[in-house]
């Protein structure tokens, strides 16, 4: 069966559109507003232990910049994996239905 990882970059995303356009993809979406959320949250995590750094302040800040930091990377990879595993569902079921109508049309 074809699976996303054998896909070239132009197929992926002709993928995704028809995917986007199909209409029923509120967990990506979901999952991609969580990645935009924590790009964001990185650039914040990234400037702020930066200014810290400059300031040569060591307090809790540091550390909870460590956490916002460490918890933008783990909600990246997750909201990745789910955008990537919603594409493979999609892909495994297209695969399928074409498998089903060629069978039905040799049955015939």
């Not at 054998?6 to 197929?11: A, G, I, N």
């Not at 302040?57 to 916002?68: A, H, K, M």
């Not at 990537?84 to 060629?102: C, P, Q, V």
């Amino acid at each position: 069966m074809m699976n996303i990882n054998d896909l070239s970059k132009e197929e992926m995303k002709n993928i995704r559109d028809e995917f986007l356009a199909k209409g029923d993809t509120e967990l990506y979406r979901k999952a991609n507003r969580i990645f935009i959320l924590a790009i964001i949250g990185l650039v914040f995590a990234v400037v702020s232990i930066t200014f810290h750094a400059y300031a040569n302040v060591l307090n809790w800040g540091n550390v909870i910049d460590g956490f916002l930091l460490l918890f933008t990377l783990f909600f990246i990879h997750r909201a990745i994996l789910i955008k990537r595993g919603e594409l493979n569902k999609y892909i495994m079921l297209k695969n399928l239905s074409k498998k089903l109508t060629k069978s039905k049309k040799k049955a015939k």
